[in-house]
T-cell receptor
Framework: QKEVEQDPGPLSVPEGAIVSLNCTYS??????FMWYRQYSRKGPELLMY????GNKEDGRFTAQVDKSSKYISLFIRDSQPSDSATYLC???????????FGGGTRLMVKP | ETGVTQTPRHLVMGMTNKKSLKCEQH?????MYWYKQSAKKPLELMFV???????ENNSVPSRFSPECPNSSHLFLHLHTLQPEDSALYLC?????????????FGSGTRLTVV
């Protein structure tokens, strides 16, 4: 079993839809959770960062962490074609560990 | 443009060639990383340097040879590669390897081995 699981997609939605991207993980020591966005032919860029359980909102993006279920989500409201990219989740535990990445979900938002 | 710059952006090389990838970060970070990203596969960590010292070699074949002359520069020397080594090679940096704030990535070098 992989330490972090992420549905590879592709996920295709119409413009304006609400998108839900998810990761599950097995290591209960993970406390820091991140979402990266990677456009084609570019490196990943940090999109959202959360610590422990709860929600964090930034504009159209909401990151949600449920540590009891070992499940994290990224919601995108009013999705735009410019949101079309691969989204990678990443996480680590206490200081001293390196990031563990999910495999990424490819999202396509159609006009 | 991010604070991590990778050159070249694209590289095509034959299996007998020798080439080098370069990474430079302008963020004052102390840790630098090489990752390999192949189509439909997760990011694969290759090497980690912390304060110029290699702290991780993730069972990478010896045809990949990293070099970190200082905390701002990282190289990946390539020789006698195989076609399956074709991938996007990403450099990243962070304040330290224990960073809980994530890594900053460069745009990558798209390598094609023919």
């Amino acid at each position: 079993q992989k330490e972090v699981e992420q549905d590879p997609g592709p996920l295709s939605v119409p413009e304006g839809a609400i998108v839900s991207l998810n990761c599950t993980y097995s290591n209960s020591a993970f406390q820091y959770f991140m979402w990266y966005r990677q456009y084609s032919r570019k490196g990943p860029e940090l999109l959202m960062y959360t610590y422990s359980s709860g929600n964090k909102e930034d504009g159209r993006f909401t990151a949600q962490v449920d540590k009891s279920s070992k499940y994290i989500s990224l919601f995108i409201r009013d999705s735009q074609p410019s949101d079309s990219a691969t989204y990678l989740c990443a996480m680590n535990g206490n200081a001293g560990n390196m990031l563990t990445f999910g495999g990424g979900t490819r999202l396509m938002v159609k006009p | 443009e991010t604070g991590v710059t990778q050159t070249p952006r694209h590289l095509v090389m034959g299996m007998t060639n020798k080439k080098s990838l370069k990474c430079e970060q302008h963020l004052g970070h102390n840790a630098m990383y090489w990752y390999k990203q192949s189509a439909k596969k997760p990011l694969e960590l290759m090497f980690v340097y912390n304060f110029k010292e290699q702290t991780e070699n993730n069972s990478v074949p010896s045809r990949f040879s990293p070099e970190c002359p200082n905390s701002s520069h990282l190289f990946l020397h390539l020789h006698t590669l195989q076609p399956e080594d074709s991938a996007l090679y990403l450099c990243a940096s962070s304040q330290e390897t224990a960073s809980v704030y994530g890594y900053t990535f460069g745009s990558g070098t798209r390598l094609t081995v023919v």
